[in-house]
């Protein structure tokens, strides 16, 4: 060996370090932190608006849940309901069937009427007391939302057109919702007399 031939170590492209092994050690630019900052910070608010809108979805489905089992609760009995105000219509018509009280009738008829008035009112109480009421149309203005028209009359003297003259049967409400319409007669404006 020579004084002057040293060996040097040689220096290929293997064994210099590279730019990001010197990136990682130093650390991060300013610039890039804040960048990185206002990323989380977007991420973060995104998945809050996700959090927010999910919560709001499941109170939605929670309130249509409910609204649907009380419906299915207060509902249900709708067929049972209208079957048995058929019962009561027709309890109704066999006591008009019934002659009028009259002075000197015989104490059997007043008895049976007293009786089966007597069972008409507790009928009418129990179904009332489960949610299912009457209400009356003679007299009333008509609604489609309650009524049935079935004829029409020229309207009486003093009553205005559309008025219900007659109820053959009343309304039925099962907790405020139209079970079965009136069956009802109705003043027509313009109807005459041989129609």
């Known amino acids: 060996m020579t004084i002057g031939s040293e060996k040097k170590p040689v220096m290929n492209d293997q064994s210099k370090p590279s730019e990001t092994e010197a990136q990682q050690g130093q650390p991060e630019a300013p610039v890039d932190a804040q960048a990185r900052i206002a990323e989380l910070e977007a991420e973060i608010a995104q998945l809050k608006d996700r959090w927010l809108r999910s919560e709001a979805e499941m109170q939605n489905l929670r309130n249509r849940t409910k609204r649907d089992v009380d419906d299915a609760r207060n509902y249900a009995v709708q067929k049972f309901a209208r079957d048995v105000v058929e019962a009561a ?68 003297e003093g009553v205005a057109a559309g008025t219900v003259l007659q109820a053959w049967t009343p309304a039925w409400l099962l907790n405020g919702r139209l079970l079965k319409p009136a069956m009802v007669v109705v003043a027509g404006e313009g109807v005459s007399e041989t129609a």
């Open 89 to 156: 219509d027709n309890l109704r018509r066999g006591l008009d069937a019934l002659p009028a009280a009259q002075e000197g009738e015989a104490e059997l008829l007043g008895k049976l009427r007293g009786g089966f008035e007597g069972v008409e009112r507790a009928f009418i109480g129990i179904l009332e007391r489960n949610g299912v009421t009457r209400q009356e149309a003679a007299g009333k203005p008509f609604d489609p939302e309650l009524h049935q028209a079935m004829a029409q009359q020229p309207p009486p």
